[in-house]
């Protein structure tokens, strides 16, 4: 088993920053990529950005391009997502996951792929 416990979530006005800690553990900490989704209210869950574990590739959502940066630190088993620039519609819970699997092409980006999902943070931008 894996658990994933997010931290870093809060209350910030549009244009400021927050930055969201993952904390992996587990049996072994094994993961070939990691992501990060959030939820707004009355909507679908939808991906934000993702990592290879291996090698530091990166993906993100088209929103989010430029604002938000994720990384992590394989030493500490931790990922993270740099969130600058918020504005209202950053606003929802963000969640972590782990894919323990082989990776294909692209399919970080898609929440059916991870094994594993920590209890989220709620982000909240006010105007």
């Known amino acids: 088993q894996v658990q994933l416990v997010e931290s870093g979530g809060g209350l910030v006005q549009a244009g400021g920053s927050l930055r969201l800690s993952c904390a992996a553990s587990?049996?072994?900490?094994?993961?070939?990529?990691m992501g990060w989704f959030r939820q707004a209210p009355g909507k679908e869950r939808e991906f934000v950005a993702a990592?290879?574990?291996?090698?530091?590739?990166?993906y993100y959502a088209d929103s989010v391009k430029g604002r938000f940066t994720i990384s992590r630190d394989t030493a500490k088993n931790t990922l993270y997502l740099q969130m600058n620039s918020l504005n209202t519609g950053d606003t929802g819970v963000y969640y972590c996951?782990?894919?323990?699997?082989?990776?294909?092409?692209?399919?970080?980006?898609?929440?059916?792929?991870?094994?594993?999902w920590g209890q989220g943070t709620q982000v909240t931008v006010s105007s």
């Open positions: 996951a782990a894919d323990i699997k082989p990776l294909v092409p692209n399919g970080l980006r898609y929440g059916e792929r991870y094994d594993y």
């Open positions: 587990g049996r072994t900490f094994s993961s070939y990529g």
């Open positions: 990592i290879r574990w291996s090698g530091g590739t990166t």
